[in-house]
């Protein structure tokens, strides 16, 4: 196998990679499409999905993360809030010592880059991008991450999200 510098790779995660604190989700598949729908109620849950890059000791080398793209929908009442959305970081560490966690800086596209454009009903394809994009390495794994806090008839779905990224090998 040769050399790899291949600038337009991408990776799903679908509904099933996704964790949610609180409500009833139900792993759903109509119509062909796979999602993870929140019965109506009002009460925030906090989701996160490891978004799943090879990383690598080597300087320049493995996922380059450049965006991630986001798609749910919102149902029947728009929520409450959807302040907190964004993608974090993690080092792992050595022995003994704490991992910790900070978030990426990024923007989210111009149609979703306010909480009063993320709770509204629709269906949303939501885009961040990376403000200075790196090299993942060995020691580091990334989430996105969001808080929604639902009015008592909002329904939410989650269908996935996308990290796009160079691979080089």
């Given at each position: 196998m040769?050399?790899?510098n291949d600038t337009q790779f991408s990776r799903f995660m679908g509904p099933s990679d996704f964790q949610f604190t609180a409500g009833t989700w139900t792993p759903t598949i109509a119509s062909n499409v796979h999602k993870a729908v929140r019965t109506a109620g009002a009460a925030?849950?906090?989701f996160s999905c490891q978004?799943?890059?090879?990383?690598?000791?080597?300087?320049?080398?493995?996922?380059?993360?450049k965006s991630v793209d986001f798609w749910y929908k919102i149902l029947t009442a728009d929520t409450t809030d959807f302040a907190s959305l964004g993608?974090?970081?993690e080092a792992l560490?050595?022995?003994?010592?704490?991992?910790?966690?900070a978030a990426?800086?990024?923007?989210?596209?111009a149609a979703h880059d306010t909480a009063a454009e993320r709770k509204a009903q629709q269906d949303a394809k939501a885009t961040f991008t990376v403000t200075t994009p790196e090299w993942v390495d060995e020691d580091a794994v990334y989430y996105l991450t969001g808080v929604v806090d639902c009015a008592a008839n909002s329904v939410v779905t989650i269908y996935g999200?996308?990290?796009n990224f160079t691979l080089r090998a």
């Open positions: 040769g050399y790899v925030a849950f906090t978004i799943k890059l090879p990383g690598n000791a080597a300087a320049l080398k493995g996922a380059y993360l993608v974090d970081k560490t050595a022995n003994t010592v704490a991992i910790t966690g990426v800086t990024g923007t989210w596209d999200a996308r990290a």
